[in-house]
């Protein structure tokens, strides 16, 4: 239980950073050229490591046919992690909650015959839904 509880820590601590990045660029607002890169970097690296952990399940047990689509899944959250970087704040911030879910309904679907990890299923839909949310004051401002 130990090491869940660092788990959750440091999983929920993870949506603190595009919620004060915000907070900097309302109250500071003439540093708008470096919190909104900071925020891109940010939800790209959430995005990046959701992929990487696609692949650290697959490593971490025997080999199935079903693990095809976590190694895919892996590789094309990465790759749209890339992307994503290229487009204004305005456009970036929907299509990287539309990404963070799609991981999220695929790890979902994954896992829907069984009770394993289900702290974590639980815990992965919480700060999807926070981590997209956090977000939000930094779309409104944008747009």
Aim: aromatic share 14%; charged share 10%; hydrophobic share 50%.
């Amino acid at each position: 239980m130990g090491n869940q509880k660092l788990i959750y820590i440091l999983g929920y601590g993870g949506a603190l950073p595009p919620l004060f990045l915000f907070l900097v660029s309302l109250f500071y607002p003439n540093l708008l050229s470096v919190t909104v890169p900071m925020s891109k970097v940010y939800g790209i690296g959430i995005l990046s490591f959701l992929g990487g952990m696609q692949w650290g399940f697959v490593i971490s047990r025997p080999f199935s046919s079903l693990d095809n689509g976590r190694l895919i899944i892996g590789v094309t959250a990465s790759l749209c992690a890339c992307f994503l970087f290229l487009l204004p704040i305005e456009v970036y911030i929907p299509i990287l909650v539309l990404c963070l879910s799609i991981v999220l309904i695929f790890e979902h679907a994954f896992h829907r015959n069984t009770d394993e990890l289900e702290w974590y299923k639980r815990m992965r839909t919480h700060l999807t839904i926070l981590l997209s949310l956090s977000f939000v004051p930094l779309f409104l401002q944008s747009i």
